[in-house]
Structure formats: structure tokens, C-alpha cells
């Protein structure tokens, strides 16, 4: 499964703004310029988690945005959907019907849902039941017990040391 370099960035932007942790907003030039992100895209990714209701946006000289949830109430799932949307990963054509091979099968013989996509279903359901079982605190947690410092490396970064 394959997702847009977007979830990487909405992941970061909303692990960042936890660990700022005054609730204060944070423009979208400032999120993308602590990791020399294009702030143009990145407030797309920003724009989509507002509207699924991860962030807020806050209007104004001194507006930007902020979490909307605690990282326990935010799943890897739910970051994948806002960014990504929830269509499903894989398509069938149906190529088992056509040339052919499609031809020779006799009426009736397509009545049982294709086994490639039944396959391919599993694993969907599988990774999103994974994304689901993650919050973005056991994210955070992680990454803290990689690098007990990251939390006071953003708020420098972010010029809040």
C-alpha cells in the first residue's frame, strides 16, 4: 500500500503542533518552513484535516492552526482518510471477463466475485484495521523513545525553546 508523501507531512504537522503544546495557532508557512516543506501544498494537506475535524483554523494576524483533538483521539487511519480520501486502494477491470480467455468461461461462470480483488480486499482491510489500532500518541510515544529530546527540538525549531 502506497500513500502520498501528504500523510507523511499532515503526521508531522499535527505531532509538531502536540509537541508546541500551547494550543497557540501556527501559520502554515511556519509548519512548512521548520522542514523546508512547500507551503502551498502543505496547506492543502492542513485544509483536509480541518475538514475532517483534526485541526482548526484560526483566522487573523495571529491566526494559523491548532489540534482540534488530543493524539489519543487520532488515529493513523483517520490522517490517512482526510489526506487521501477513502476510496478504496485497488480497482478491478475485471480483465478475467475480457479476451480470450473471458470468452472460453461459459455464462454463469463469473457469478463468484474475482479472486484478485477478494485478495487484494483482505489486505485493505488488514492495513486500515492497522492505521485504525494506531493512535498518533502511540506515534508520539515512539518517537520520543527514539529520541527523548525530539519534544524540545520542535519548540526550538518552532523558536519556543
Given at each position: 500500500m502506497r500513500t502520498g508523501k501528504g500523510v507523511e507531512w499532515a503526521v508531522h504537522t499535527l505531532l509538531n503542533l502536540a509537541w508546541l503544546?500551547?494550543?497557540e495557532p501556527v501559520p502554515a508557512a511556519r509548519l512548512a518552513a521548520v522542514h523546508d516543506l512547500s507551503a502551498s501544498y502543505l496547506n492543502k494537506q492542513l485544509q483536509q484535516l480541518v475538514k475532517a475535524g483534526l485541526l482548526e483554523s484560526v483566522p487573523g494576524a495571529r491566526g494559523g492552526f491548532r489540534l482540534v483533538r488530543p493524539l489519543e483521539a487520532v488515529s493513523m487511519l483517520d490522517v490517512v482518510l482526510a489526506v487521501e480520501g477513502d476510496d478504496p486502494l485497488f480497482r478491478?477491470?475485471?480483465i478475467r471477463r475480457c479476451g480470450t480467455i473471458g470468452e472460453r468461461?461459459?455464462?454463469g461462470g463469473f457469478s463468484r466475485p474475482c479472486a484478485v480483488?477478494?485478495?487484494?480486499g483482505r489486505a485493505e482491510l488488514a492495513w486500515r484495521k492497522a492505521l485504525a489500532a494506531q493512535s498518533?500518541?502511540?506515534v508520539r510515544a515512539?518517537?520520543?523513545?527514539h529520541a527523548p529530546a525530539v519534544g524540545s527540538y520542535v519548540r526550538g525549531g518552532f523558536g519556543r525553546d
Open positions: 503544546g500551547d494550543g478491478c477491470a475485471e468461461v461459459p455464462a480483488n477478494t485478495a487484494m498518533l500518541a502511540d515512539e518517537a520520543e523513545a
